[in-house]
């Protein structure tokens, strides 16, 4: 299979990062559908990226309720991605779409509290784009790396 | 005005209690401090306590859902008619009424709004610091120092005061910000309307917002946490508001336990984060919240950020219209995708820039 390679942003250095530094905890939530089959492929085809990332599967991007974005930061994720179907292309036909509208919301709010915009990212990844897949991943964890270890509203206990 | 306003508003409460067309009417009686007026549910006997005045800032919708209550899980045909219930409504509790209609909250054939053109309602806290900076030593007093609060026909509100005898201000002085802001004075669609001018619209306010959207990340998360410091969790700001009428509220569930019920900072914004996205194309900016807020948090300036976000991105604005769909109930194929991470474009994600 011809799948072409990962253009691997900081791909090298993410795999070979010391244990000593910092790794970010990225929680990613992909659609059964698509973002999930392209992690897969992703899987299958060997393509490197960053290990830092925790995926959920659900079963639509509409399923990811914007509760579950900010609970992840509250418990310590560092940054949340959420990635589904392209749009018009949802398993469920208007799935990712009714997704879009709050996601879009959620990220603006999140973004005017004062959340760093590079925490919490949304993208479009279809079953056959294992190599988009890579790219996303190392995009969002350089991106992750860059703002630092998640603060802000994250619960510590007293 | 308001004297005539009052006499009007009784009026009519009088005839449709007596003419049977409603079972109870909801509408403002004379509050126990002044500054406050309180709202009443009257039947005939009591209409002479109605009033209306420059004080009858609540919006009197948060009280109709419970009256259209269903039991879960009903088979059968409701027993009971629903009751028909008559209020008086300004331009924000109209709103909240036709925004429940849509979401099946209330029943509008057996609701009788009589509406109310709105002048502004004038915000107490704004009284109280202009009386606090008269005796220049602090606020802590100045609920206490007023004793009275009248309004003239001049467009002035006298309020006597224990040691500064009486103080007069200009009633645009001392209105609500959302009163001033207010795009939608005037009810439309009431079933009986009240004589009257309304005040003239305001702008909606945006300019805040999109100055505040200027500062750095850190200087919004500064404000914002040392906002959420002072939050008591008290739910207030919840309980006063129209749209918030769940049943089980995810701040207490349990069985899913989303946030913890104490003020942990983290906990409080969580809390305030998802309150106000759930009003997402459902507030009507009428700052119940602000106002029950016992800590006077700024809650208005994140309400107001998500009812402008709605309205740039679905141009949706829940005013009058009963047969527009919340934006969030329906999709649409718009151009919205400005804040998706796209891994094949080589700029790296940075804020949507709104």
Known sequence: ?158 | MSNARTAEIQKIAKDLLEEGKVELFIGFQEGTVPLRSRPAFVQAEAVESLVWDSFCANNLAVYLPKYYENQPGRRKKREKPYPKIGVAAKGCDMRSIVALTKERQVQRDSLLVVGVPCEGMIDTRKVEAAVAAKGGDGGAAAADEILEARETEAGKLEVTTRSFGVLSFDREEVLQDCCLECRFPMPEGADILLSGQARKPGDGGYARIEQFMKKSSEERWDYFSTELSRCIRCNACRQACPTCWCKECFAEQTDLKWIGVGNTPSDAMIFQIIRVFHQAGRCVECDACYRACPMHIDLRLYTKKIVKDVEDIFGYLPAFDAEALPPLATFGDEQCDFFITDPDKAETAEGTGQ
Not at chain 1, 9 to 22: F, P, R, V
Not at chain 1, 89 to 118: Q, W
Not at chain 1, 122 to 132: K, L, M, Q, T
């Open chain 1, 1 to 158: 299979m011809d799948v072409p390679a990962a253009k691997s942003i900081h791909a090298k250095e993410l795999l070979t990062a010391q244990n000593d530094e910092w790794h970010p905890k990225i929680v990613a939530f992909l659609c059964n559908w698509c973002s999930y089959a392209g992690a897969d492929l992703a899987g299958v085809s060997r393509l490197q990226y960053g290990p830092n990332v925790r995926i959920i599967r659900v079963p639509c991007s509409a399923r990811v309720n914007p509760q579950y974005i900010v609970k992840a930061l509250q418990n310590g994720a560092d940054g949340v991605l959420v990635s589904g179907c392209h749009p018009g292309d949802c398993h469920y036909i208007s799935g990712n779409l009714v997704a879009r509208r709050k996601f879009a919301l959620t990220k603006m709010l999140l973004e005017f509290v004062g959340v760093e915009p590079e925490r919490v990212q949304f993208s479009w990844v279809s079953a056959s784009e294992g190599g988009r897949f890579a790219d996303l991943m190392n995009r969002v964890i350089a991106d992750v790396r860059r703002v630092g270890p998640a603060k802000r509203l994250v619960k510590h206990l007293p």
